[in-house]
């Protein structure tokens, strides 16, 4: 049976939330975040999105941009408590729902088209409950595969559905440009650009060799098998996930420690956060690293016992980091999961020394920093 797969994605979904709610923000450009020194853009509504403020962007910079904008504060348990109702509606078509993030999720209705109809029109019903329901919009792509899907979600935002009828992968995919494959970052893209290959068209017809020889041979592999529309992986749902990562792509290469060691905490931060949430803790920690143009490795090491703890996972992944990167190379990529999950209470041998308090009040922290978080946003605090 060939797969239908969807990938939603709420649009500008923390700023389309405070238009709903507050009507003098509707047709205005919002930015939610801080404009402050520190501050930094979580999203921003399409009219300020015109002026060319994005996602992550320094909130100086954004005001700059757009001098008219309203900023506003994350008002995180709203968001949350929005996305609680946006995934109820995704469930409705499947049990097969990845989450992404609060507002972005794939879904694998193969097996739901007896009931629904096919994935176009379990698309249509579903953006149609969600406008109904929350007030909002939502875009969907559909395709055979979770890449093609989410190439075709992006394409007619806001409010678009998008479908690529199984054989058409190619022909859909062949006038994007190269940067809509996974992993083609700024240089790699020079480097196709300056080879005359702008288009993954281009890249569908390029000799495999040529690809290798420009890019090399794990990178050529995988962008040879995007170009065609090939992509096997499954939708995974988190309870039956069987690791729980989080990872970020750099815009240009970083080759400082600090900045390295500053990322990896946020990381591990977020994958802790998760664990707490679903009530699961996990005794293998990964590293994923990846070095330019597509050099990935992978590292792990077994714990003593199963976490949930932030700075537990960040300490054995900083270690994994040290045997990763000989030197100072630069970096492209860099994650950080933590795998062979339970539930429940664990079983755990106490040493000698073992401080019961301590651990307690480590417990205590860390619930209380994810409160903070559900409140005010994730940066409102950090650990050092």
């Known amino acids: 049976m060939t797969r239908q797969i969807l990938h939603a994605d709420m649009d500008a ?7 709903r709610d507050d009507p003098a ?8 975040g801080g404009e402050g020194k520190r501050g930094v853009v979580a999203t921003a509504s399409y009219e300020a999105r015109k002026f060319g403020v994005r996602s992550a962007m320094p909130g100086g910079r954004a005001r700059a941009l757009c001098p ?14 929005v996305s609680e109702q946006v995934f109820h509606i995704f469930e409705r078509y499947t049990p097969l729902v990845e989450p992404l993030s609060l507002d972005e999720a794939f879904l694998d209705v193969t097996g739901s088209r007896a009931l629904f109809g096919d994935g176009a029109a379990i698309a249509a019903r579903l953006r149609a409950d969600v406008r109904g329901e929350t007030g ?29 009828p199984e054989g058409g992968e190619r022909a859909f995919l062949a006038p994007l440009p190269v940067g809509r494959l996974w992993g ?27 690809l290798a020889a420009a890019v090399g041979g794990a990178a050529a592999e995988h962008y040879h098998a995007l170009a065609q529309g090939l992509d096997p992986r499954e939708v ?51 590293l994923k690293i990846r070095f330019p143009p597509f050099e990935t490795h992978t ?10 703890d932030d700075m537990a996972i960040y300490r054995t992944a900083k270690a994994l980091l040290h045997e990763a990167r000989p030197g100072s190379r630069p970096v492209r990529l860099i994650g950080v999961g933590v795998a062979e999950l339970t539930s429940g209470p664990q079983p755990r041998q106490a040493s000698l020394f073992d401080e019961p308090q301590a651990r307690e009040r480590s417990r205590n922290l860390l619930r209380a920093m994810d ?12 650990h050092a």
């Not at 923000?25 to 939610?32: C, N, Q, S, Y």
């Not at 909002?136 to 690529?164: E, I, N, Q, W």
């Not at 996930?241 to 600090?258: L, P, Q, R, W």
């Open 236 to 286: 995974e749902p988190e309870r039956d996930a069987k690791s729980i990562s989080h990872e970020t792509t750099f815009h240009d290469d970083v080759a400082v420690d600090e900045e390295l060691r500053r990322v990896l905490l946020e990381l591990s931060e977020a994958v802790g956060r998760r664990l707490r949430r679903h009530g699961i803790r996990g005794e293998v920690v990964r």
């Open 184 to 210: 083609a970052g700024p240089v790699t893209q020079k480097r196709l650009l300056d080879l005359g290959i702008g288009t993954i068209g281009d890249v569908q017809r390029m000799a495999f060799e040529q």
């Open 136 to 164: 909002l919009t939502v875009s969907v792509g559909v395709a055979t595969s979770k890449y093609v899907a989410k190439v075709a979600s992006d394409l007619r935002k806001p409010d678009g559905l998008v479908v690529v």
């Open 299 to 308: 590292r792990q090491r077994k714990l003593g016992a199963p976490t949930d």
């Open 68 to 81: 008219q904008a309203i900023f506003v504060t994350p008002r995180m348990d709203v968001y949350a408590a």
């Open 371 to 382: 409160a903070i978080k559900d409140r005010f946003g994730d940066d409102a605090i950090r």
């Open 13 to 19: 979904f923390y700023a389309s939330i405070e238009q």
């Open 25 to 32: 923000l509707r047709g205005k450009p919002v930015i939610v």
